[in-house]
C-alpha cells in the first residue's frame, strides 16, 4: 500500500499563486506514476497533471499548461503543484493520486491511491 498526504492548499487572491505537495509512504516503490486532480463544486474530478515518477516526465492537459507545474523529490517521496496566476475558477478539492503504471495520463481508473484532498480557493 502506499499512503498520500496533501498539504499547501489555503485561500489566495487571483493572480496568487500556491505551492501544493503530496507526501507519499509505506511502498513507494511501488509508484509509477504520480498526478494531481481536482473537484469543484458540482463538478466531476478532472485531470490536472501527471509525473512519471522515475523520469520526472510530465503531462498536462492543454488547459492547464503553462501556469501549473508538477515536479517531484524522489528523495523525499514528496510530489509538487506549483500553480500560478490562480484564478477563481482553480477553486477546487485538489488530489494527489498515484498509479503502479508506469507513464498513465488522466484516466482516474488507473490511478491505485488517493490522498485525501487539499482545498484551494482563490478569491476574486
Known amino acids: 500500500q502506499v499512503q498520500l498526504v496533501e498539504s499547501g492548499g489555503g485561500l489566495v487572491q487571483a493572480g496568487g499563486s500556491l505551492r501544493l505537495s503530496c507526501a507519499a509512504s509505506?511502498?513507494?516503490?511501488?509508484?509509477?506514476?504520480m498526478g494531481w486532480f481536482r473537484q469543484a463544486p458540482g463538478k466531476e474530478r478532472e485531470f490536472v497533471a501527471r509525473?512519471?515518477?522515475?523520469?520526472?516526465?510530465?503531462y498536462y492537459p492543454n488547459s492547464f499548461e503553462g501556469r501549473f507545474t508538477i515536479s517531484r523529490e524522489i528523495a523525499k517521496n514528496t510530489m509538487y503543484l506549483q500553480m500560478n496566476s490562480l484564478k477563481p475558477e482553480d477553486t477546487a478539492v485538489y488530489y494527489c493520486a498515484a498509479s503502479r503504471v508506469y507513464a498513465v495520463y488522466g484516466n482516474q481508473n488507473e490511478y491505485d491511491w488517493w490522498g485525501q484532498g487539499t482545498q484551494v480557493t482563490v478569491s476574486s
Open positions: 509525473i512519471v515518477w522515475s523520469t520526472s516526465r510530465t
Open positions: 509505506g511502498r513507494t516503490f511501488s509508484i509509477g506514476t
